[in-house]
Structure formats: structure tokens, C-alpha cells
């Protein structure tokens, strides 16, 4: 499937980012400050609960992040966006991950449902994608995946039916 790695350190979703791990015009992270994660701890191509592949990553929290000072003055809470978008972010680095070709981009979201905020004083953030499915036609890779993210353990956004692309066009 991969020779890639089945974790990944800050520096790689740096390379990630900059276009260097996946190779030119193929699935790119974001650069800091957009990139919402710190380390990817598990991927896979047919793991998870529905055996569709998954990935499991973190992000460390700090009270000087730069959403904190402008979401919102005087009550810091990260925006829901970012997280949905950090679920995003996996989604199509797994699909980089699996080889597949094409620069990545959302499509959707079915469901979202926010229980809770991370602010400051949280430590980390975890995330979990779940793939339901994960296809390769001739014009288009296209990922489905649900995602939770979790706050210190807390589960805090639920979100069904994420779709990201991947299109060499």
C-alpha cells in the first residue's frame, strides 16, 4: 500500500506542508498557523471501526495561540472551524499517505455537533478520523470519514460524513 511511516513528527507535517512528502501537486497540509496538528500517532489504509483506514493525531494547546487573542476578546475560545478543519486536514493527508495523486480539498461535512470549547487551560487536543469510505475513480479520490475530537479526554466535536478530494486537474 505505503512505504511511508505509520506515525509522523512535527517535522514531516512540515515537509507535508511544503509540498516535500507526498511529492509536488499531491496532498499538502497547511503551514503553521493553519496547520492544527502537532504529531500524527497512528494511520492506516484498513484500520479503524469500520476496517476503511483511520488516523489519530494531536495538538498541543497553549494559552498564547493566535486564535485565543481574537476569538473572542476577553472570553478565548478556539474556533469549532479549526477543529472540523484539523479533521479535514487528516483526512486528506491519509489519503497522501495511501500514494493516491492529486492536491486535496474539502467537500463537505454532513453533520457536525459541538459539546464543548477548548480554551486555554486545555493541554491537547486528539484527534480521530474514521474512514466509511475511500474511493479511486478515473477523474477523482475521494475520502468519507467521520471524526471525533477530544479536549484532555473529553469528547467535545462529533462530525459525520467529512468528504475531502484529491484531483490532479
Known amino acids: 500500500m505505503t512505504d511511508f511511516p505509520t506515525s509522523f513528527g512535527k517535522d514531516e507535517l512540515l515537509k507535508c506542508a511544503r509540498g516535500e512528502l507526498f511529492g509536488p501537486g499531491n496532498a499538502q497540509l497547511p503551514e503553521p498557523p493553519m496547520l492544527m496538528m502537532d504529531r500524527i500517532t497512528e494511520i492506516s489504509a484498513d484500520g479503524g471501526p469500520n476496517g476503511k483506514g483511520h488516523v489519530v493525531a494531536e495538538f498541543d494547546i497553549h494559552p498564547d495561540q493566535w486564535f485565543f487573542a481574537c476569538h473572542f476578546p476577553g472570553n478565548p475560545i478556539m474556533p469549532g472551524c479549526l477543529g472540523l478543519d484539523g479533521l479535514w486536514q487528516l483526512t486528506g493527508f491519509n489519503l497522501g499517505w495511501r500514494g493516491w495523486k492529486g492536491r486535496g480539498y474539502a467537500l463537505g461535512v454532513g453533520e457536525v455537533k459541538l459539546t464543548g470549547m477548548v480554551r486555554p487551560d486545555r493541554k491537547m487536543i486528539r484527534y480521530f478520523v474514521d474512514f466509511t469510505k475511500a474511493v479511486q475513480t478515473r477523474r477523482l ?8 475530537v477530544e ?3 473529553e469528547t467535545i466535536y462529533h462530525v459525520k460524513d467529512m468528504k475531502v478530494a484529491l484531483s490532479e486537474s
Not at 479520490?141 to 471525533?148: E, F
Open 151 to 153: 479536549a484532555d479526554g
Open 141 to 148: 479520490t475521494m475520502g468519507v470519514a467521520d471524526g471525533r
